[in-house]
């Protein structure tokens, strides 16, 4: 007899045992032969060897499924334990769906140019998504993201913003480093909890996997085999964004998003997302998506109040008044683009 101690430490175990334990006994009814011992995040398996190598390959396909799909049930631990039932785990996701967040829900792109997007980041390795609130880009760059993650296509995600103040004045923050920046990193966390178990979610931060930090702290490296995503980059300076964009290692995915509409600097400063979008539009290999009103996927008033806000731009920039729109010519994307 040998014995062997499972762990689904970075789950929580109401996930994977089900509501009344229900899916641990339906493993207990697949491996009679086996004795199992479930003690919090902790399975012991004692049994023949054979018996329990047999157990460990299932234990596995219930982990890969549930991380997949965002949950697991009695009857899809009983097909995983059918010869071939795996097969199934790949025929079961709908190639629109970039990935199944929690409790099983499917995220996909949503709009016209949110499949724009995820098409673009197939072809190019750097990707500018641009457009008013309400219109995905932050919740598809996660998703493309965590997708990346779970396909071993990158070895860690690099969320970064920068820390701008949104028209106010907030004074001292109290706290440790990492409380001052969470209120201007929200925005991530809230994609990223729609998107993975709060536990994984949890131990991919401990461990660096996912990485959370303002723009400032990614000067001086090199970011090899990531996906890395700068959120809000209208509040980038033009320095501040050459400097993220030229981090670039090899194998490497970038994702920037941004609202030129809700530009956060001071006045004598341009946006460096402004800039970008002139001087970057024809290298080969960076694609820019524009989205407008029509992708809001929001509050059907949001898509009213941008539009109204459009209308009072175009009317003062009639005027000769300053507008901080992007320009007619970088709304052209490079030859190859999908727009």
């Known amino acids: 007899m040998s014995e062997k101690v499972f762990s689904i430490e970075s789950h929580n175990p109401l996930d994977i045992y089900g509501i009344g334990d229900r899916n641990l006994n339906a493993i207990k009814e697949l491996t009679p032969k086996l004795k199992i011992i479930a003690r919090g995040e902790f399975i012991k398996v004692i049994g023949e060897p054979v018996e329990i190598a047999a157990f460990e390959e299932l234990f596995n396909l219930i982990i890969i499924h549930f991380e997949r799909f965002g949950s697991i049930t009695e009857n899809d631990i009983r097909q995983l334990a059918e010869p071939g039932g795996s097969n199934g785990m790949i025929k079961d996701s709908p190639p ?3 990935v199944h967040g929690r409790n099983g829900m499917v995220i996909k792109a949503r709009t016209p140019n949110q499949l724009k997007i995820v098409e ?3 072809k190019n390795d750097m990707v500018f998504a641009i457009g008013p609130a309400g219109t995905g880009k932050t ?3 996660v998703a493309l993201a965590v997708r990346a993650l779970k396909n071993h296509e990158v070895k860690r995600i690099i969320l ?6 949104a028209g106010e004045n907030l004074g001292f923050l109290p706290g440790d480093m990492k409380e001052k920046l969470d209120p201007y990193m929200q925005p991530l966390y809230d994609a990223l909890r729609d998107m993975l178990p709060p536990q994984k979610l949890l131990t991919y931060i401990e461990d660096g996997t996912i990485e959370i930090a303002p723009l400032a702290f990614m000067r001086g490296r090199t970011l090899d085999h990531v996906f890395a995503i700068l959120d809000e ?3 980038a300076t033009s320095s501040q964004l050459k400097m993220f ?3 670039m290692g090899r194998s490497a995915k970038f994702f920037i998003t941004g609202d030129v509409t809700q530009i956060d600097l001071p006045r004598h400063q341009q946006s460096g997302l402004v800039q ?3 001087i970057l539009k024809n290298i080969q290999g960076i694609d820019f998506i524009i989205l407008d009103e029509t992708d809001v996927i929001r509050h059907k008033l949001v898509t009213k109040i941008i539009r109204a806000y459009s209308n009072e731009a175009d009317a003062q920039h009639s005027q000769g008044l300053p507008n901080q729109k992007l320009p007619e010519e970088s709304k052209t994307s490079s030859p190859d683009a999908t727009l």
């Open 96 to 98: 629109d769906v970039l």
């Open 120 to 122: 673009s980041i197939a």
């Open 139 to 141: 919740y598809t760059a």
């Open 160 to 165: 970064t913003r920068p820390a701008v103040e």
């Open 233 to 235: 980059a209208q509040n």
């Open 245 to 247: 964009l030229t981090r």
């Open 276 to 278: 970008a979008s002139k």
